[in-house]
């Protein structure tokens, strides 16, 4: 049930990508934790080991999350041994539960799921699109009234856009392939933007207006 909370969640990512790192990484990480088992180190051996694991765990967390999933398992499994409880039941059920929860994600919150293999990125980048014009129009112009206001909003939309396709990157589905084909358009929307900015902040230090015909094409 906790899989399935944890990787149900689409605003942490990929529904798809988590549930199969999770399920992955748990498998890599038993297997490690099945080693520490086999040896049976002795209780000083278990605290240094724990300490190690202890300690890469957040370096994995902001990596990947496979990564994180590799390392937590193995820590869970020294923490049991420490307090004398693990044992090859424990680790079989947390690998067995931990896959079963990846599977119901996956069957539930991807292929059943309307839409999920079908995200609308195309809308969102043309919405992006019309919002940096319209901060580049108003921008540009002599009389910016509410052009701070506006920027914050595209900048926010930029960037909601470009978490959005970096999700659906992870997803094996065509629309995986179409977000990496239009992501270069995400950067250069974002430098386009960063230009009009700065010619912006050169207008209101004194520098002349572009001309109405350079506006009228950015736009």
């Known amino acids: ?24 990484g748990t498998f890599v990480g038993a297997l490690v934790g099945a080693g520490v088992l086999a040896l049976n180190p002795n209780g000083w051996v278990l605290v240094v080991l724990a300490a190690g694991v202890s300690f890469l765990l957040p370096i994995a967390q902001v990596r990947q999350y496979g990564m994180f999933a590799t390392v937590l398992t193995p820590l869970v499994i ?22 079963a929860g990846c ?21 969102r980048l043309a919405d992006a699109v ?14 910016p009234k509410g052009r701070s ?7 926010r939309q930029l960037s909601d856009l470009r978490t959005e396709f970096q999700r659906v990157l992870a997803e094996p589905s065509a629309a995986g392939r179409r977000a ?9 929307l974002e430098r ?6 700065r010619v912006a902040v050169e ?10 015909s350079d506006v009228d094409v950015v736009v």
């Open 1 to 24: 049930a906790v899989t399935v909370a944890i990787t149900l969640k689409p605003d942490f990512g990929s529904v798809f990508a988590r549930a199969v790192q999770r399920g992955g």
């Open 78 to 99: 020294i923490q049991l041994e420490i307090g004398h409880v693990g044992s090859w039941d424990l680790l079989l059920a947390r690998l067995v539960d931990t896959v």
């Open 103 to 123: 599977v119901i994600t996956l069957v539930f919150g991807y292929v059943l799921w309307p839409g999920s293999r079908t995200p609308r990125i195309g809308g």
């Open 130 to 143: 019309d919002a940096v014009a319209r901060y580049a129009d108003l921008a540009l112009r002599a009389d």
């Open 149 to 155: 206001a506006l920027r914050r909003r595209t900048y």
């Open 180 to 188: 990496a084909a239009w992501y270069p358009a995400i950067i250069g």
């Open 192 to 197: 386009v933007t960063g230009s009009v900015t």
């Open 203 to 212: 207008i209101d230090q004194g520098e002349p207006l572009p001309s109405q």
